[in-house]
C-alpha cells in the first residue's frame, strides 16, 4: 500500500482507511524480488514428487536453508537445481520450505512447489496432524518404556545458539517417546513429534538425561570402554553427528486430499553403531 499497489475507488490507498460498503479495491502485485539463489547440485533422494509437492530424503550434514554460515549448496539449492521452481511464499532463502530439520539429522522433508501446496501443508503442521516419527540412538540411564515430555521452550538465556525446556517460555513444546530396543549402555527409541521446535528432540532427551548419542551440542561426547569391540569405535560410537533420523513422514495431499506415507531406512552410519551395539549385546541384527 505505501508503495502505491492498492486503489479504493481508483485512488491509491494508505493503510489507515477505512472501506465502506460498495467500494471497489484494485490491488496489483508488485514482482516478486530478484533471487540470490543459485541452482546446485546436492546429495539428496527424491522419495515423490508430482505437480505440486515432493518428499526427499536428506543426508546429515546437508543444511536445509541458506542462512549464516551457508550461503549456498544446501538442499533449496539443490532443490532448484533438480526441480526448478518452488514455492515463494515465505521468506526468499526459503522457497519451498514448509518444515526443517537439523543439518546434522539425516530424514524425510515435504517440500511444497506451489503456493497452494504450501500453505495446504503449513496448515496440517500448524493443526499437529502430519504423522512424523523420528528414530534415535540415546545414552539410557533408565529411560521408561515410553512417555511424553511437556514443557515450554525457548532459546537458552546465556547460548542464543542452544534452546532449553526449562524455565518459562512463550512457546509450547510436546514430545512422545517409546523405546524399541535396549542396547546398554545406549537404547534405539521412537519419538513422536506434536509439535516441532528447532532441536526439539535433542533438548527434551538431553535436559531429561538421555542425551542422544554423538550430539555435538547438546551430547556428552562419552566413550564405551567394556565390552572392547565398542571400546575400539571411539567416542559416541564413532558418529560425528547426532544419532537422529525422520523415518517417517505422513500427511494429507494438500490438492487431492490423498493420505501420503513414506518412510526411510537407516543410514549407513547410524546402522552400523546399532549393530555394533546388537553384536555386543549378543542381540541378532535381525531382531
Known sequence: MRDGHVQVNGTPARPSLALSAGDVVDLRLPAPPPSDLVPQPADFTVVYEDAHLAVVEKPAGLVVHPGAGHPDHTL???????????????????PGIVHRIDAGTSGLLVV?????????????????????????????????????????????????????????????????????????PCAVVAFRLETGRTHQIRVHASEAGFALVGDPVYGERRRIEQPPALRQRGFEL???????HATRLGFEHPITGAWLAFDAAWPDDLAVAVSALRHACGVSSAS
Open 76 to 94: 533449496v539449492n539443490g532443490l532448484l537445481h533438480r526441480l526448478g521452481a518452488l514455492s515463494p511464499v515465505g521468506l526468499p532463502a526459503r
Open 112 to 184: 511444497a512447489r506451489t503456493e497452494a501446496a504450501h500453505h495446504g501443508l503449513a496448515a496440517q503442521f500448524a493443526a499437529h496432524s502430519v504423522d512424523r516419527l523420528y528414530h534415535a540412538v540415546v545414552w539410557d540411564r533408565g529411560l521408561p518404556d515410553a512417555g511424553t515430555w511437556r514443557t515450554r521452550y525457548g532459546r537458552h538465556v546465556n547460548d542464543r545458539r542452544r534452546f532449553t525446556g526449562l524455565g518459562v517460555h512463550d512457546k509450547r513444546a510436546v514430545t512422545h517417546w517409546e523405546v524399541l530396543e535396549r542396547l546398554p
Open 238 to 244: 564413532g558418529l560425528t553427528r547426532q544419532a537422529l
